[in-house]
């Protein structure tokens, strides 16, 4: 039996973050490790990426079928050590963006509603260290469009 869909959506979402590495050109090693998680990493864990999942909400519904959003957020964080922490954020920021958002396949394989709607940013924020702490974070949400069948969730 092939997964649900959300979770196929999701591991190819962490497959796109595990490649957000600096020996692949990218500004930071965020991908070394992709946790599927709501909590803040230990100082032990990062550079980390986090990636779960959001509010689903129903947009439209014809007979069993609904077409819906959910949210994903993607969050990461990096020790600062001596950098500006607003350039670590930008540079984070532009990762997970180099990452995610690939112009060539934004129906994930066909989980999502066509490259018309497919993977659709959606907020982003910047999270500066806070008084003796040496971490800088950031936290992007995306809009996922799919079809939900009413009782199937590997349907797509």
Not at 3 to 10: D, E, F, M, S, W
Request: with cysteine; aromatic share 6%; charged share 25%.
């Amino acid at each position: 039996m092939p997964a649900p869909k959300l979770q196929r959506i999701l591991d190819t979402l962490g497959e796109r973050l595990a490649v957000i590495l600096t020996t692949g050109g990218y500004y930071t090693d965020i991908g070394a490790r992709v946790l599927r998680d709501r909590r803040t990493p230990e100082a032990a864990e990062l550079p980390a990426c986090l990636l779960y999942l959001g509010e689903r909400a129903a947009e439209e519904t014809q007979q069993e079928r609904t077409k819906c959003t959910q949210s994903v957020t993607v969050e990461a964080f990096v020790d600062l050590g001596e950098a500006d922490a607003e350039t670590i954020g930008i540079q984070l920021l532009a990762d997970v963006q180099r990452a995610m958002e690939l112009p060539d396949d934004t129906s994930l394989g066909g989980e999502l509603l066509s490259v018309r709607y497919g993977l659709t940013w959606e907020s982003e924020e910047i999270y500066m260290p806070e008084m003796g702490a040496n971490v800088v974070g950031v936290r992007v949400i995306y809009a996922m469009p799919h079809i939900r069948k009413l009782g199937d969730p590997e349907i797509a």
